[in-house]
């Protein structure tokens, strides 16, 4: 390569690089509205707590849910309530930081192995991914609510991606912890069972009853509370129909509001879909796609369960990894080349779904609200319809020579 030439494709990635860096404060300037307000509510709560107060007794109004709860189980609390003891800007500062960290981290370990199999620039993807993954609703929604959601897939992917396909001993601890942590991972221990890793899976569901149980020698009261009732308040976890709740329930509550969906209905959905993309995730697996197999399984997790914030719709972000690399392995030929402007014409529509969001941008009001034409289907129901498209369509990924496709 000539050294003009050189010069060139060095402008071309600086160009890119600051475009991308340029849209950030964009994005992030509706965010700025969220003023890390579930942070204050966590640190609300074990302010109450300390006090001596039940912890789930707390309570705050609210515009949008009308009223607001502590609803992460007692685990989660007790690694919370050191915070409380710190000023509330240190603590955003850390909360910040670690989920700038989990980006770093996280993306690497996505997008490391694709550099490596296709031989591209390294420095330059890691810098792009990096900014996309910043771009995207659910990370801007993390950051700027304060959430913990990047801690959790730090521990899954490192669980998934790593210790498990290894045969770690301490295989299955990351997924056992996030969900002592918050429910939502407990979708990851049924994948280590349909993906037949059996002794992950009871690690993971040791270490889950553990850290549970430590939570329950701390605050006995608060622990028996939280498993016997506030784990089946659904009122507690905020309106069902409101937007940013991107799960089936929310799609049927979108058209059921005031009243409730039928729960049969939701069941069925629901069994079924999470039958099919438990399938498709096992299959992954067992074919050496670790990748895929967790994706799916994070993407069933969404679709299934009754709430799903917005903000904890991590999942798409690999699938697009999984998309990028399918398509660079594409054969070549005509069928290959088609088959590749598929892959990259997904990729390319996730990723800009995923940017643009369903919350951010538009104002769905505060009033129950039902969906009441095909635009605004699509547009309220935008995450739902994806993960639903991408269950079918993300392709499992043949191992590199001699090891299994991490990223």
Known sequence: MGADEQRGRTARRLVTVLAVAAVLPMLYLPGRAHDFFDLKIYMRAMDWWSAGHPLYDYVQPDRVQGALYFTYPPFAALLLRPFAALPLGATVT?????TLLGVLVTTGWLVRPLTARHGL???????VAVLLVLAVESTRETITFGQINMLLVVLILADLLFAVPEGRRWAGVGVGLATALKLFPGIFLVYLLVSR??????????????????????????????????LWATDRVGRTDYTGNQSLYGLLSRFTTPQLPPRPL??????????????RAARAARAGDQLTGLTLTGLVGALVSPIT????????????????????????GPAGTRRRGRLYGLAVVTTAVIVIGVVTFADWGVAPNRTDDPVEFLLRNAYVLLALLLLATLPVREPASGSSPNG
Do not use: K
């Open 94 to 98: 850390i909360f910040t930081a670690l």
């Open 121 to 127: 620039p390294r420095l330059f993807t890691m810098t």
């Open 266 to 279: 939701w069941l069925l959905l629901a069994v079924t879909v999470a039958a099919y993309g438990l399938w």
């Open 197 to 230: 890793r059996w002794r992950a899976a009871v690690v993971a569901g040791v270490t889950a009853a553990v850290a549970t149980g430590v939570a329950a020698v701390v605050a006995p009261a608060d622990s028996w509370r939280f498993w016997t009732h506030e």
């Open 309 to 332: 914030w917005t903000h904890h719709i991590y999942w798409f972000i690999p699938a697009v990894v999984v998309l990028v690399d399918a398509g660079l392995s594409a054969d070549p």
